[in-house]
Nanobody
Framework: VQLVESGGGLVQAGGSLRLSCAAS????????MAWYRQAPGKQRELVAT???????NYADSVTGRFTISRDNAKNTVYLQMNSLKPEDTAVYYC?????????WGQGTQVTVSS
């Protein structure tokens, strides 16, 4: 499956962004979809996951601020990010969990200014 992320940008601290991840085929059968991020000089980290049943899980650093959702009919996964902080600055990627190397896309850059 090809995954294309979009929706990133430059935002001030406290602002919001909504990321989208469009899949090239149905994601209905994919158990767990996930958002990851990679900040400069740091390892890629798991941000949020969502199962086919809609169960979600979040990294401690984003709990209460980020919301992951999926629309299986549109083959799209979303990440609503509120109360953004400078430390959220990173390239954001979607993938499955556990990730599969061929599924990595270009990602979308999120930059939060203080």
């Amino acid at each position: 499956v090809q995954l294309v992320e979009s929706g990133g940008g430059l935002v001030q601290a406290g602002g919001s962004l909504r990321l989208s991840c469009a899949a090239s085929r149905s994601i209905f059968s994919i158990d767990v979809m996930a958002w990851y991020r990679q900040a400069p000089g740091k390892q890629r980290e798991l941000v949020a996951t969502i199962t086919t049943r809609g169960s979600t899980n979040y990294a401690d650093s984003v709990t209460g601020r980020f919301t992951i959702s999926r629309d299986n009919a549109k083959n799209t996964v979303y990440l609503q990010m509120n109360s953004l902080k400078p430390e959220d600055t990173a390239v954001y990627y979607c993938n499955v969990k556990p990730w599969r190397d061929p599924y990595w896309g270009q990602g979308t850059q999120v930059t939060v200014s203080s």
